[in-house]
């Protein structure tokens, strides 16, 4: 059953990383002129300026580089607290804000390896895939 949750980012690009998601593929820009691979979505390479991005999918695995839980409740019951909420660095190098899936954060270690995983979701526009990371 999809879990509800705040309205997904949808700004110009989205689309295209929400359907990589659904694809149980994580997308993320790279620049093909620095290399550089930006996150979240960007118009114009932050270290270049260029536009000539492309979404590439990546590995979905990474390290465990902070961690957090939320004892206020920014979304009303769409996210009761306390929630958990991670950053992954992932191996390609962009850092990633996402949920722990079976593990809290109880149990998080600096540095744990990580891989992505897409659970059933739905905001107010649908259902979609939204990634989460759990132990590799
Ligand atoms: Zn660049």
Sequence with gaps: MAEKRPPRATGPG???????????????QKCGVCGH???PVVQTCEQCGSDALAFE???GMGK???WCTFAR???????PVPYDTII????????????PNGFA??????GMPVKVAFIDCEDGQG???????EKA
């Design 57 to 59: 999918a990546v590995s």
């Design 73 to 79: 409740p920014y979304y009303g019951e769409l996210m």
């Design 105 to 110: 954060n109880a149990d998080a270690q600096l």
């Design 14 to 28: 989205d689309e295209t990383f929400w359907q990589g998601c659904a694809n149980g593929e994580l997308l993320i």
């Design 127 to 133: 259902p979609f895939r939204l990634p989460v990371f």
């Design 64 to 66: 465990l580089a902070s």
């Design 37 to 39: 691979r930006p996150w």
């Design 88 to 99: 992954v660095e992932l191996d390609e190098g962009p850092w990633f804000i996402s949920n």
